[in-house]
């Protein structure tokens, strides 16, 4: 891979879980800090990547397994000219919970890794043939089994349940995460967030950011951005979602958008 080689990504949805895949190479592209609505999985193929998880940074390069859960604060840059081509699945995690881990869990508890990125190179290859064969059957049944196995296999290696922590903050910013996640189309202000956390606004973006790993408001447009993804999945027509998500306009929309997801909202609701 060379630097002059073009900037591409391909994007498909399928029903079983609720998939989607994305095939990319991006060397333009800087994802600023956001987090999905879904599981992430995938494998880099070439160049590498830096991504931000939890305080530190990380590089992820060919043959690298990529494992992020839901709502998991990262960002995704590269470290050269050339980029990084990877290939991503984005799974519910509901029907995760109910099909891969049989129902063990509620519908919303949230699963972790015991790191982002990982080498392991069996499992990549067990990744990248899944993610083909996804793409390629026509059969439901084939790619409902194709999911299962593998994810099933990716949690056994690398994943662990999701800790308990225990600290006032923490606690807080829960409840902080949690107006933000039900009321994100409203432009709520510091002072009503700092009143249900009982912090002051400065002290509740320290905290915030240092639990999230983004300030308030920058979680607020990821989960604008992740309820507009619902909406697209829909069919909603592009102003309309725009409006229901929160955004100024369109075009604020689209700018968000694309830097979560990496293409635009119309490239999504066409797939």
Known sequence: MTPHEKDFSRFLRIPEGGCELLSARYSQQHFGRHAHDR?????????????????AHHLGGSGTVVTLSPGEIHDGVPVDQAGWVYRMLYVDPCWLNEHVLAGRHASQYVHLFR???????????CLLSAHGRLADSLLPLERETLLVETLAALFERHGHDLARPGRPEREAVRRIRRRLDQEAEHNLSLETLGLDAGMDP?????????????APHSYQIQKRVARAQVLLRLGTDLAETALA??????????RAFKKVVGVTPAAFRSR
């Open 115 to 125: 790191a982002p990125m990982s080498d392991d190179p069996a499992l990549a290859r």
């Open 202 to 214: 400065l002290y509740l973006i320290r905290v915030f950011k240092r639990e999230v790993g983004v």
């Open 245 to 254: 998500c929160g955004f100024f306009d369109q075009s604020h929309m689209t």
């Open 39 to 55: 599981y992430a999985f995938g494998v880099i193929t070439h160049g590498v990547e830096k991504l931000y998880y939890r305080g």
